[in-house]
């Protein structure tokens, strides 16, 4: 079992859709939520890089969740939010198809499912029981240090001290 949150003491949770799947996040990783703004897509940048866009004039990443956990691009829809996530490792929006709810639960959380290919399961800090089904709990740090945007990260930093 995954031990998250203060010794001890629930872990409350932002809810989301994305690709009929429920997932989650740690609240204290969310800085907000909002309406899909205009994403302006970076050319030469990995498939999970959907873009940026300016939030209060901060140039805010986009990452594609549905990418990095081996789906389609996501399709932006009428219900489509941005979750900015908020952590030591930085800040980006993630593109999900619909808000849910708030959750409170009690750790610990369940290990990810055996059978999950090792990139998703590294994703996760573990999946939680509720009455209506289970909701896999996303690491925010997992997402934002995911391979292909540290490597991006590495070629950007590389080109700014040639």
């Known amino acids: ?3 998250t949150g203060g010794p001890g003491g629930p872990l409350r949770l932002v809810c989301f859709e994305l690709r009929a ?3 989650a996040l740690p609240i204290a990783d969310v800085r907000e939520t909002l309406p899909v703004p205009p994403i302006t897509r970076v050319f030469l940048t990995p498939p999970c890089l ?3 866009f300016s939030l209060r004039g901060d140039i805010v990443p986009v990452i594609d969740l549905g990418v990095l956990l081996g789906l389609p691009a996501t399709a932006i829809g009428d219900d489509s939010k941005i979750v900015v996530v908020d952590h030591a490792a930085g800040v980006a929006g993630i593109v999900v198809d ?3 709810d708030l959750r409170t639960i009690e750790p ?3 290990p990810p499912p055996a ?3 090792a990139q998703v399961a590294g994703l996760l800090l573990g999946v939680a029981a509720t009455p209506t089904g289970s909701v ?3 690491d925010a ?3 934002l240090t995911v391979e292909p945007l540290r490597q991006l990260a590495r070629s950007d930093a590389e080109s700014r001290v040639s």
């Open 98 to 100: 619909r808000l849910r």
């Open 21 to 23: 799947q429920e997932l």
């Open 108 to 110: 610990p959380l369940e």
């Open 136 to 138: 896999r709990v996303l």
């Open 1 to 3: 079992m995954v031990s």
């Open 115 to 117: 059978n999950l290919p």
């Open 50 to 52: 959907a873009g940026v």
């Open 141 to 143: 740090r997992a997402v």
